[in-house]
């Protein structure tokens, strides 16, 4: 499996951007995907993650209403909506996936991860 992010760029507070995760060599639907981001000098942060199978998803308390993680299958892409940006949101983001989570409370745990991209920056300033 590889994937590629894009859709990052430059927003002002209160923006919308939408990221998307392009796979290839494989069904997207076979993994569980998840969104991390990672800011300069803070550890790599666990933003969203849909579930292989029934697709559950679930999201960091900090983006908790504001982000929308979704699937499609038929392109094989996992999206990131993001509405409400903040300055705090500013990272690079990345996509990763991993075909299975022994448990999913722990899908946060980077390391966990087979699969990443290299990123997309998002830069919410104005």
């Known amino acids: 499996l590889q994937v590629v992010e894009s859709g990052g760029g430059l927003v002002q507070p209160g923006g919308s951007l939408r990221l998307s995760c392009a796979a290839s060599?494989?069904?997207?639907?076979?993994?569980?995907i998840a969104w991390f981001r990672q800011a300069p000098g803070k550890e790599r942060e666990g933003v969203s993650c849909t579930r292989r199978g029934d697709g559950y998803a679930v999201y960091a308390d900090s983006v908790k209403g504001r982000f929308t993680i979704s699937r499609d299958n038929a392109k094989n892409t996992v999206y990131l909506q993001m509405n409400s940006l903040k300055p705090e949101d500013t990272a690079l983001y990345f996509c990763?996936?991993?075909?299975?989570?022994?448990?999913?409370?722990?899908?946060?745990?980077?390391?966990?991860?087979?699969?990443w991209g290299q990123g997309t920056q998002v830069t919410v300033s104005s």
């Open positions: 060599g494989s069904p997207v639907d076979y993994y569980t």
């Open positions: 990763a996936a991993v075909s299975r989570l022994p448990l999913f409370s722990l899908w946060q745990s980077h390391y966990k991860y087979d699969y």
